[in-house]
Nanobody, 124 residues
Framework: QVQLVESGGGLVQAGGSLRLSCAAS????????MGWFRQAPGNDREFVAS????????YYADSVKGRFTISRDNAKNTVYLQMSNLKPEDTAVYYC?????????????????WGQGTQVTVSS
């Protein structure tokens, strides 16, 4: 099991930027596909982005494509989500997740380990 701790959330105006970080411990994430998800009040948790073990492949939800960038630093055991041109509809709790993977691929589901989340609020 890998422990995940998100940070970097906060309050930002529409059009602004934030960078979320997800620090992992307990296991090296180099064997894990990593993902970011979010949950707004009253909504189900939804997929945001995924990155393969090597960082060579990334996949995004249509709602964030072109605005968000997922990246990872396996040496630091950390995953990032750079968010730009933020919109009020991006307001949510953002979660980092890990999925052990035998191959270098992305995934929209099947994540077993989750962080506690970090709040992102975008004001209009």
């Amino acid at each position: 099991q890998v422990q995940l701790v998100e940070s970097g959330g906060g309050l930002v105006q529409a059009g602004g930027s934030l960078r979320l970080s997800c620090a992992a411990s307990g296991r090296t994430i180099s064997s894990y596909t990593m993902g970011w998800f979010r949950q707004a009040p009253g909504n189900d948790r939804e997929f945001v982005a995924s990155i393969s073990r090597s960082g060579g492949f990334a996949y995004y939800a249509d709602s964030v494509k072109g605005r968000f960038t997922i990246s990872r630093d396996n040496a630091k055991n950390t995953v990032y989500l750079q968010m730009s041109n933020l919109k009020p509809e991006d307001t949510a709790v953002y979660y980092c997740a890990a999925r052990r993977s035998l191959v270098d691929t992305i995934a929209r589901d099947g994540y077993a380990d989750w962080g506690q989340g970090t709040q992102v609020t975008v004001s209009s």
